[in-house]
C-alpha cells in the first residue's frame, strides 16, 4: 500500500515548455486534489477532483489543466511553463465520505522554471 | 469566507518543554479543523481533527489540540517537546458545503536540545 505517489520529484523546466506532472492512489479515494507549496503562503488549491468524471476550479488554476485519468490518476499539465510556477507541488486524496474530511498527501515535485 | 490564521512564522522551545503552536479561524456555522506536519523535503501529514464533540482532540506523536469555540482557537500543543517534533506546521479549516481544506501559512517550529 503505497498510498498517494508523484512522478517526477524533480523537474526543471524552460520557459513556454510543456509537462504533464503525475499522481495516482491506490487507496480507493473518490476525491484528488493538486496543491502548490510556495515559502510565506501555505499550501493553495489549483484543482480538484470530487469523483472520477469530475474535475473544478481551485485558488489558483490558471496555467494549469487537469485530467482525471480513472479513479486512482488525477494529472495536472502545464501548457507553457513560466518562472511564476517555480514551486512545489502536493497530490491529495480524500476518501470522499462525509466523516473522512482528512486529506492524504504525496511526497511532492519539486518544480523549477527557468 | 472561511479562513485560518498562524499568526507565528516560527516558534522555538527548548527540548522537554511544553510547546503550543497557534491556529485561529474565521467560519460561519460549526468549524471542521485540522493539524498537519510537514518534515523536511516529504508531503504533509495528518496529525489530528476537531469534528464535534470533546473540545480536546488527541492525536500522533504525544500531539493534542484544544478547540476553542469562544476565542475561535485551535491551538495544537505538546506536553514535552522533542527535536524530532522540529517540522511545518499547518492548520485548516474544512471550506463549508465543500470537500476542500483551507490551509494557514504555516508555522515553523524548532525544538532545541
Known amino acids: 500500500n503505497a498510498g498517494v505517489t508523484q512522478t517526477p520529484k524533480f523537474q526543471v523546466l524552460k520557459t513556454g515548455q510543456s509537462m504533464t506532472l503525475q499522481c495516482a492512489q491506490d487507496m480507493n479515494h473518490n476525491s484528488m486534489y493538486w496543491y502548490r507549496q510556495d515559502p510565506g503562503m501555505g499550501l493553495r488549491l489549483i484543482y480538484y477532483s470530487a469523483s472520477e468524471g469530475t474535475t473544478d476550479k481551485g485558488e489558483v488554476p490558471n496555467g494549469y489543466n487537469v485530467s482525471r485519468l480513472n479513479k486512482r490518476e488525477f494529472s495536472l499539465r502545464l501548457e507553457s511553463a513560466a518562472p511564476s510556477q517555480t514551486s512545489v507541488y502536493f497530490c491529495a486524496s480524500r476518501e470522499g465520505a462525509l466523516s473522512s474530511y482528512e486529506q492524504y498527501f504525496g511526497p511532492g515535485t519539486r518544480l523549477t522554471v527557468t | ?113
Do not use: M
Request: charged share 20%; glycine share 8%; with cysteine.
Open chain 2, 1 to 113: 469566507a472561511q479562513s485560518v490564521a498562524q499568526p507565528e512564522d516560527q516558534v522555538n522551545v527548548a527540548e522537554g518543554n511544553p510547546l503550543t503552536v497557534k491556529c485561529t479561524y474565521s467560519v460561519s456555522g460549526n468549524p471542521y479543523l485540522f493539524w498537519y506536519v510537514q518534515y523536511p523535503n516529504r508531503g504533509l501529514q495528518f496529525l489530528l481533527k476537531y469534528i464535534t464533540g470533546d473540545n480536546l482532540v488527541k492525536g500522533s506523536y504525544g500531539f493534542e489540540a484544544e478547540f476553542n469555540k469562544s476565542q475561535t482557537s485551535f491551538h495544537l500543543k505538546k506536553p514535552s517537546a522533542l527535536v524530532s517534533d522540529s517540522a511545518l506546521y499547518f492548520c485548516a479549516v474544512r471550506d463549508r458545503g465543500t470537500d476542500k481544506l483551507i490551509f494557514g501559512t504555516g508555522t515553523r517550529l524548532q525544538v532545541f536540545p
